[in-house]
């Protein structure tokens, strides 16, 4: 692999791994949230048991609690919150099983690299099928982020991109 792909990979598993994990936050508004959520804190996240150790249920309400805390803070009207949740909603019910099966490709992944044999063509079926999944992934995030954003004001989008900024520690200068 020379110098010129590996760079080109390291940003796009960046990239998907904060997108899969702020898929929740990011669906409801253009990322709100995204840092905790990104960096594996937060209040359950996707990390350490979070989403992934809930039943439909438990996720439901996890969701719901996310979304009236964002309803606040953005001063959402009875019609925005009516549009929001199903965004949400779906696209984390979507977005679910392709987190394990990304989950289970990791333990196979080890399995694959810790074997008595290196078998180079399950691993590059294997790193294929990630990016197919990782594709998918970016895809509907990005159509949830879209359909979010359509349903805010332009005032509520500042809102949190300066949130989301502050989050990320920079300042108003940026840095």
């Known amino acids: ?23 929740v936050i990011a669906g409801i508004a253009a990322g709100i949230g995204l840092n905790a959520f990104a960096h594996g804190g937060g209040h359950g996240g996707w990390h350490r048991g979070g989403f992934m150790s809930m039943d439909p249920a438990q996720m439901d309400q996890r969701l719901d609690k996310m979304l009236k805390h964002l309803y606040v803070e953005i001063d959402a009207t009875d019609a925005q919150k009516a549009r929001l949740e199903p965004i949400v909603k779906q696209a984390v019910g ?37 990016m197919q999944l990782a ?14 954003a359509e349903v805010l004001t332009p005032e509520q989008k500042k809102e949190i991109a300066e949130r989301m900024q502050r989050r990320h520690g920079r300042g108003p200068r940026g840095g």
């Open 1 to 23: 692999m020379n110098e010129t792909q590996v760079s080109n990979e390291k940003p796009r598993r960046s990239f998907f791994r904060r997108a899969a994990i702020g898929t």
């Open 94 to 130: 979507e977005l679910m099983p392709l987190r394990q099966r990304m989950r289970d490709a990791r333990q196979k992944a080890m399995a694959l690299l810790t074997g008595d044999s290196v078998d180079r063509d399950a691993i590059e079926a294997l790193r294929a099928e990630q």
């Open 135 to 148: 594709e998918q992934a970016s895809k509907r995030i990005t159509q949830a982020l879209a359909d979010a």
